[in-house]
């Protein structure tokens, strides 16, 4: 049982570069969210998804895509690279629509946009 | 505007010392999660809290749930250099699940 798995862990990129940050978790759960933390502002809601099939956008979704086409996996694109989205993102999921579910986070990874 | 506010920022102590991160809001929450994280990993639930007033203990670890809901506190005692990390505090605010998150306490303890 792997939990979350994350790929890349670190990645630079050129502005206006286009990439894939790839996400899949083994444990089944419906929910799984992407998150960015930057020093000082804590984790940042970027897009969240409820089940296959269905996405919806958090808090800072603008230049970020996301799809879920099974249960396992929700990967992030990142439409056309800027400066302003070096950071660390987390992808996470749990299990149901609890609030006092565990959300179990990925390692991470280290993006930097020059 | 950070509708959770941790405090202190930053805190470092020697080993066997107590300390008190706190977490505030001027809104209530329905449960509030504490999280630690390690340099170059992701944050892993530490306790959730769901009654106001509520204490729990997770070793050394006291955690606590304001009577408001509104805030909550995590106290250390004997800190040891294995404490070191980010704590993070999250709340949810109803059910639809959408977590709020503080900014973090990075907390260093020195042997």
């Known amino acids: 049982n792997a939990g979350v798995t994350q790929t890349p862990k670190f990645q630079v990129l050129k502005t206006g570069q286009s990439m894939t940050l790839q996400c899949a978790q083994d444990?089944?759960?419906?929910?799984m969210s992407w998150y960015r933390q930057d020093p000082g502002m804590g984790l940042r809601l970027i897009h969240y998804?409820?089940?296959?099939?269905?996405?919806d956008q958090g808090e800072v979704p603008n230049g970020y895509n996301v799809s879920r086409s099974t249960t396992e996996d929700f990967p992030l694109r990142l439409l056309s690279a800027a400066p302003s989205q070096t950071s660390v993102y987390f992808c996470?999921?749990?299990?149901?629509?609890?609030?006092?579910?565990?959300?179990?986070f990925g390692p991470g990874t280290r993006l930097t946009v020059l | 505007t950070q509708l959770l506010e941790q405090s202190p920022q930053f805190l470092s102590i020697q080993e066997g010392e107590n300390l008190t991160v706190y977490c505030n809001s001027s809104?209530?929450?329905?449960?509030l999660q504490w999280y630690r994280q390690e340099p170059g990993e992701g944050p892993v639930l530490l306790v959730t809290?769901?009654?106001g007033g509520e204490v729990k203990k997770l070793k050394r670890l006291t955690f606590q749930f304001g009577d408001a809901r509104k805030d909550s506190s995590l106290h250390i005692t004997a800190a040891q250099p294995g404490d070191t990390g980010l704590y993070l505090c999250?709340?949810?605010?109803?059910?639809?699940?959408?977590?709020?998150w503080g900014a973090g306490t990075k907390l260093i303890i020195k042997p």
């Open positions: 996470a999921s749990r299990d149901s629509g609890g609030s006092t579910d565990t959300q179990y």
């Open positions: 444990m089944n759960h419906e929910y």
């Open positions: 998804s409820v089940g296959a099939g269905i996405t």
């Open positions: 809104s209530v929450f329905s449960s």
């Open positions: 809290v769901v009654t």
């Open positions: 999250a709340g949810s605010m109803d059910s639809n699940y959408q977590l709020i």
